[in-house]
């Protein structure tokens, strides 16, 4: 797995906040069976590392990698449970030197960060926090003198927002949580989460 093959999984990449690992496998199916196989599961929740084991163990349709990937450490306890792909919400040096190679999706919004992913040969990024960074508009002017780069926004973005993000020439998928509502994750309510991940809007 390359980054540019996870950006081309589909147009969606779910981001998973778990409190509890036992969840992980029936909601990974549900988003699968929805049409959403890569998965990713931040490394906010002590669940987190097991979360990603099982779904790697028990759901081989899904591609299940680690979000909030913050320092080289937890990138190795990450691909250690299984993690296929690292999201991080910004680069670092440090992180972008231990990672060179790996399958790590970087955070970069200004012209200047995306300058230093361009340095190095990376030209893929998460656009994060993509609402509150000028979301549509700032992408449009980025894809001018970055016309290479392939960008996962991130931050902020529901079903209809999506819609306009996956509309543009630099967008290759978007990521958010708009079809996990904590509670209906808490309460194991597959159901409407299989409704709102499907929902057209949801897949553009
Ligand atoms: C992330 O970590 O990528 C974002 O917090 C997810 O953004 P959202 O919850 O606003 O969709």
Redesign the pocket.
């Known amino acids: 797995m390359t980054a540019d093959e996870l950006l081309d999984l589909g147009p969606v990449i779910p ?1 998973v906040v778990l409190e509890d690992a036992g969840a992980a496998v029936p909601l990974a199916r549900t988003l699968v069976d929805a049409g959403m196989r890569a998965i ?1 599961i ?1 490394l906010r929740t002590p669940a987190a590392l097991e979360a990603i084991a099982n779904v790697a163990a028990d759901v081989p349709d899904a591609v299940v990698g680690a ?2 990937v913050l320092s080289p450490a937890q990138a190795q306890d990450a691909l250690a449970a299984g993690a296929q792909f690292l ?1 991080a ?1 910004g680069s670092t040096p440090a992180l972008l030197d231990r990672l060179a190679g790996m399958p790590l999706l970087p955070g970069a919004v200004t012209a200047s960060e995306v300058m230093a992913l361009l340095e190095r040969g990376i030209t893929w990024a ?1 656009f ?2 993509a609402e509150s960074s000028g979301g549509v508009r700032a992408l449009k002017a980025l894809a001018g003198p970055f016309p290479q780069m392939r960008f996962c926004p ?4 529901d079903a209809a927002k999506a819609k306009d993000y996956l509309a543009l020439p630099n967008v290759a998928c978007v ?4 079809m996990l509502p904590p509670p209906a994750v808490q309460a194991g309510d597959w159901e409407r989460i299989r409704e709102l991940a499907t929902a057209p809007s949801s897949t553009a």
Do not use: H, M
């Open positions: 981001v990713e931040t979000g909030t999201v919400p998460k994060f926090p991130t931050g902020g973005i990521g958010g949580s708009w």
